[in-house]
């Protein structure tokens, strides 16, 4: 079984500045990691997936996230946030084996306001 | 290609009655999984259609139940509604290669209200 924790609930930050939102996992298998973006009353979007090699991903809209396996890890960050990127932000797993990568497993979401 | 559609968007039911949810994936999809989503819960995995088949089931009351036709459509229902059920529901469809990993792709979600 796998499980999620975002630490954060809410990040307010100003425009231009940047973030991170943390996300710390659990699991007994080996799992892939992904960060999804959910804006007001739409579906998930993906932003950024470690399946394999370089711990340092690059996703979408300027985001990255560095997959860390001793602290079984995967934060999100960005150097520089604008207005548009106010929204939930949500980190998950599944795991790698048995066919069951269709099953993700979430965190309970760290909403992110971005100030002028 | 179309995204994956979900009807309808916007649902309001009592207690007591029954719903159904549908989801169109996207053309060549065959895997699709459902989630219910609530603000004390989060998401959570329902059940995942393969092939009109249900490969796995998420710790959920035998209230919801789905099904899948033969185009890959799915449909979810729940019977005697309860007022914790409402939710935001959400489809994800994937493809089916023989890679380890196919990234599923989410529709808007059906918003269902239980009065």
């Known amino acids: 079984a796998q499980s999620v924790t975002q630490l954060d609930s809410q990040v307010p930050v100003f425009e231009e500045a940047p973030v991170e939102l943390r996300c710390n996992y659990s699991?007994?298998?080996?799992?892939?990691l992904f960060w999804y973006v959910q804006y007001p009353n739409q579906g998930l979007q993906l932003l950024l997936k470690y399946l394999s090699g370089s711990t340092l991903v690059k996703g979408i809209n300027g985001f990255e996230a560095e997959f860390n396996k001793s602290q079984t890890s995967f934060h999100l960050r960005k150097p520089s946030v604008h207005i548009s990127d106010t929204a939930e932000y949500f980190c998950a797993v599944s795991a790698r084996s048995g066919g069951s990568n269709y099953k993700l497993t979430f965190g309970k979401g760290t909403l992110l306001t971005v100030n002028p | 290609k179309a995204g994956v559609t979900q009807t309808p968007r916007y649902l309001i039911k009592t207690r007591g009655q029954q719903v159904t949810l549908s989801c169109s994936p996207i053309s060549g999809h065959r895997s699709v999984s459902w989630y219910q989503q609530t603000p004390g819960q989060g998401l959570q995995f329902l059940f995942e259609?393969?092939?009109?088949?249900?490969?796995n089931k998420g710790n959920f009351p035998g209230r919801f139940s789905g099904r899948q036709f033969s185009n890959s459509r799915s449909e979810m229902n729940v019977s005697t509604l309860e007022l914790g059920d409402s939710a935001l529901y959400l489809c994800?469809?994937?493809?089916?290669?023989?890679?380890?990993?196919?990234?599923?792709?989410f529709g808007p979600g059906t918003r269902l209200t239980v009065l």
């Open positions: 699991s007994s298998v080996s799992v892939y």
């Open positions: 259609y393969f092939s009109e088949t249900q490969r």
């Open positions: 994800a469809s994937s493809s089916t290669s023989a890679s380890s990993y196919n990234e599923q792709f």
